[in-house]
């Protein structure tokens, strides 16, 4: 839903759309459609490395109960 405000990473005020957290439930950001999409593939990447960085049964041992739960949040989609 685009509506107006202030772009969270230029500060413009304009139409903003949201990008909803892949990490912490409920969490909304807001940007401008110049950054938008640059910021949707940064957060679609860093998501892909999270995912990655624990895709061993052992290095997941290590996560704390937060990420251990979004690991296992993010793999049932």
């Not at 405000?5 to 903003?16: A, M, N, R, S, W």
């Not at 110049?34 to 052992?58: G, M, S």
């Not at 290095?59 to 937060?66: G, M, V």
């Amino acid at each position: 839903m685009i509506k107006k405000g202030i772009c969270l990473f230029c500060l413009k005020e304009t139409d903003v759309a949201p990008i909803y957290s892949w990490d912490v439930k409920g969490r909304t950001k807001y940007y401008c459609q110049d950054h938008y999409f640059e910021v949707k593939t940064f957060h679609n990447k860093q998501k892909r490395e999270f995912i990655k960085a624990f895709e061993d049964e052992n290095d997941r041992k290590n996560l704390s109960k937060e990420n251990l739960e979004l690991y296992n949040r993010l793999m049932k989609k």
